[in-house]
């Protein structure tokens, strides 16, 4: 049974720092990509970053030059560093990943900006 599970999130202060994790666990043969996803109270699910498995990465509009994503494949972990915190990154974040070709979801990690 393929599992994804997110660690890290926290509350923090307006301008802090903050680092996501999310390991998938199980009868693992191939990750490819694997994204970070967000959801604010009443809003719709977003993409925040993807990494390709050649290490390619993408990033929504509202998070470049703040945000990284990383990979460890000998983990099956990927990283969200989150830095310059905002009151408005404040969402439950997703872990989601192709996992033997098929596309797994994490059950969600808060992270609370806030003074």
């Known amino acids: 049974q393929v599992q994804l599970v997110e660690s890290g999130g926290d509350l923090v202060q307006p301008g802090g720092s903050l680092t996501l994790s999310c390991a998938a666990s199980?009868?693992?043969?191939?990750?490819?990509?694997m994204r970070w996803y967000r959801q604010a109270p009443g809003k719709q699910r977003d993409l925040v970053a993807l990494i390709i498995d050649d290490g390619t990465t993408k990033f929504a509009d509202s998070v470049k030059g703040r945000f990284t994503i990383s990979r460890d494949d000998a983990k099956n972990t990927v990283y969200l560093q989150m830095h310059s915190l905002k009151p408005e990154d404040t969402a439950m974040y997703y872990c989601n990943a192709i996992i033997n070709h098929y596309d797994f979801w994490g059950k969600g990690i808060l992270v609370t900006v806030s003074a």
């Open positions: 199980g009868s693992i043969s191939s990750i490819g990509t």
